[in-house]
């Protein structure tokens, strides 16, 4: 029975450590770099977990001392464990990996387009994405339509436009 217990622990080991290796692949080194120190500032009392007195003297360091203890638990309940640097890695992975999926993306956008075509008006689009919703500025637009094919009479080839978003640029 011990050695049981003693395999079991072995591989949640090990899964624990695949899971923490499969997060630094998700950075570039100079952002894990950067992640490291944003993660050494927060970490006040050096110990090298994010706990509550840390998250008050970091906001404390930025000047707002009035931060309610319910807020800062609410923080450290997004991680499922206590906070070390891989876990802050793993929370940041997961609010910037937050993208839709290909598939939701083009969804969105072939309401717009009820011909089936695979393209919309860059205009009109541009229109819709600066008048609705969480509405885009004409920096945000411009930066879309530079990795988005536009064609000679000034569509957007939103199917290319959305395999960018969810898989990057074939540059990078």
Do not use: W
């Not at 997060?23 to 770099?33: D, L, P």
């Not at 927060?42 to 931060?67: M, P």
């Not at 640097?85 to 992975?93: D, I, S």
């Amino acid at each position: 029975m011990a050695s049981r217990k003693t395999k079991k622990k072995e591989g949640g080991a090990k899964r624990a450590q695949r899971a923490s290796s499969n997060v630094f692949s998700n950075f570039e080194q100079t952002q894990i770099q950067e992640f490291k120190e944003a993660f050494t500032l927060i970490d006040q009392n050096r110990d090298g977990f994010i706990d509550k007195e840390d998250l008050k003297d970091t906001y404390a360091s930025l000047g707002k001392t009035n931060v309610k203890d319910d807020e800062l638990e609410s923080m450290l309940k997004e991680a499922t464990g206590p906070i070390n640097f891989t876990m802050f890695l793993n929370l940041f992975g997961e609010k910037l990996s937050g993208t839709d999926t290909e598939e939701t993306i083009l969804n969105a956008f072939k309401m717009f387009d009820p011909e089936g075509k695979g393209n919309l008006n860059k205009d009109y689009i541009k229109r819709l994405m600066m008048s609705q919703g969480d509405r885009f500025n004409a920096e945000e637009m411009d930066q879309m339509f530079q990795s988005s094919p536009i064609d000679a009479a000034g569509n957007l080839d939103y199917k290319a436009l959305c395999y960018t978003i969810t898989h990057g640029d074939e540059k990078e």
